[in-house]
């Protein structure tokens, strides 16, 4: 039986349970393990890295629009122009203000094209900063949305900056004296994703990634053979319990059986939660308290122990390459 199939059975029984008082939780418990298991089992996790590539993923605007009562997007980066592959802007949830920005991505080839497919230009960025700065001096919480595969790499976003935006974000997001809360939507590809990531929390949803390079990336430059991309989605560990168990993020949630896509409300209800549990403990702390923590989360990232006598290099150690290769 293939997940549809699952699916499906699972939306008969609870059709069932509706219409009639007969006790069918253990029948609908069972068969959401089952398509639990199957979606994400070690043996398969290319899969995981589909599903944050499913097109019907919530976006960031769709998040947004489930988790507040008002939201007024700002835009322009006060420079060059406005970028609506990064969007941003105040909303009210539950009464009180709460700076957003996020990634954005479209539903279909026209809204895309107009997204950009997520990858932002260095305006974009600029944007994000002029309004964490905003939040920061009116004393409102940040939360951000990460979903993309990385910054834009084309010739106009070099000749604009990319690199110094990035750079320039990454410094002056873990200087905020304000809590930072971040949302791994689907993809966090690279720099573009670090971007707007650095944060006194890190979530990331059930089957997101997050990734210095992009499987197919990785398997072109290190494997030399891009069909192989499953394989260096396993070794790259990017999947939310290995960055989990390796202090990257701070935690995980959960997803409706067969993904994000299939229930939007209940994956926003979902990080809405997670975003009150974080307020209540980091609002407890001073702006130099957040700042302080924040820097000392990220500095500390990437150390690691050499084995002694070991004659491979890092990388080879990680994918299993010898020197020949």
């Not at 110094?164 to 304000?178: G, P, S, Y």
């Not at 690279?190 to 499987?215: D, K, R």
């Not at 197919?216 to 991309?229: F, H, N, T, V, Y």
């Not at 229930?263 to 302080?292: C, F, M, P, V, W």
């Amino acid at each position: 039986m293939d997940q549809t199939e699952i699916q499906k059975k699972i939306q008969e029984l609870q059709s069932l349970a509706e219409k009639s008082s007969v006790d069918i939780q253990s029948d609908l418990k069972r068969l959401q393990e089952k398509l639990s298991e199957g979606r994400v089992t070690p043996q398969d996790l290319w899969k995981r890295v589909l599903l944050a590539r499913n097109s019907d993923r919530p976006t960031t605007l769709e998040v947004i629009s489930h988790i507040t009562e008002q939201f007024l997007e700002l835009h322009g980066d006060r420079v060059f122009g406005d970028d609506p592959a990064l969007v941003g802007g105040v909303g009210l949830m539950d009464g009180r203000p709460i700076t957003f920005i996020g990634h954005q991505k479209g539903r279909n080839m026209k809204e895309n094209i107009r997204r950009n497919y997520g990858w932002a230009h260095p305006e974009g960025y600029r944007k994000a900063l002029r309004l964490a700065h905003e939040a920061e001096k009116f004393g409102r919480p940040l939360v951000t949305f990460i979903d993309t595969a990385g910054a834009y790499p084309g010739l106009a976003a070099e000749e604009r900056g990319i690199g110094e935006a990035i750079a320039r974000n990454l410094k002056e997001f873990a200087l905020l004296k304000i809590p930072v809360i971040c949302f791994i939507l689907g993809e966090g590809g690279s720099g573009g994703a670090i971007g707007i990531a650095v944060g006194n929390e890190v979530f990331m949803l059930e089957n997101s990634y997050y990734s210095v390079i992009s499987p197919e990336g990785c398997a072109s430059i290190l494997m030399r053979d891009p069909s192989k991309a499953p394989e260096a989605a396993a070794q790259l560990k990017m999947q939310p319990q290995d960055l989990l168990s390796f202090g990257v993020i701070d935690g995980i949630i959960p997803e409706p059986p067969g993904g994000a896509h299939t229930d939007h409300a209940y994956t926003a209800a979902n990080i809405k939660q997670q975003i009150l549990e974080s307020l209540k403990r980091l609002e407890q702390k001073t702006g130099e308290q957040l700042a302080r923590e924040r820097m000392t989360k990220f500095l500390a990232m990437g150390r690691f122990v050499e084995e002694e006598g070991s004659k491979q290099n890092f990388f080879q150690r990680l994918f299993g390459l010898n020197k020949k290769n």
